[in-house]
Nanobody, 125 residues
Framework: QVQLVESGGGLVQAGGSLRLSCAASEGTFTNNAMGWFRQAPGKEREFVAAISWSGDSRYYTDSVVGRFGISRNNAKDTLFLQMSRLKPEDTAVYYC??????????????????WGQGTQVTVSS
């Protein structure tokens, strides 16, 4: 059974940093592109960052470029999102996701077929 479990969320002041992790069940990572999405209250889920299976292609939404970094450790089936210079508008539930039919990075929500339960990130002003 495919499982994705996020961790690392929390409360941080504006300008601070957090590192999110996503542990995948065995087999979930293999040949899969991975991504991070977020959903703020009353808003639709939106793309944040994506990484190809090999890790050599990374893609970010404009609002996080230069502040967030996505990475993966395929040997440990773990996905990361390093977030720095956080802003109150980054407050949301963050989800990791796996795109089992893709090896290249994608920002399309429909390409992702496995999702974690989410981890809350709250940035205070």
């Amino acid at each position: 059974q495919v499982q994705l479990v996020e961790s690392g969320g929390g409360l941080v002041q504006a300008g601070g940093s957090l590192r999110l992790s996503c542990a995948a069940s065995e087999g979930t990572f293999t040949n899969n592109a991975m991504g991070w999405f977020r959903q703020a209250p009353g808003k639709e889920r939106e793309f944040v960052a994506a990484i190809s299976w090999s890790g050599d292609s990374r893609y970010y939404t404009d609002s996080v470029v230069g502040r967030f970094g996505i990475s993966r450790n395929n040997a440990k089936d773990t996905l990361f999102l390093q977030m720095s210079r956080l802003k109150p508008e980054d407050t949301a539930v963050y989800y990791c996701a796996a795109a089992s039919r893709r090896t290249t990075s994608t920002d399309r929500l429909d390409d992702y077929d496995y999702w974690g339960q989410g981890t809350q990130v709250t940035v205070s002003s």
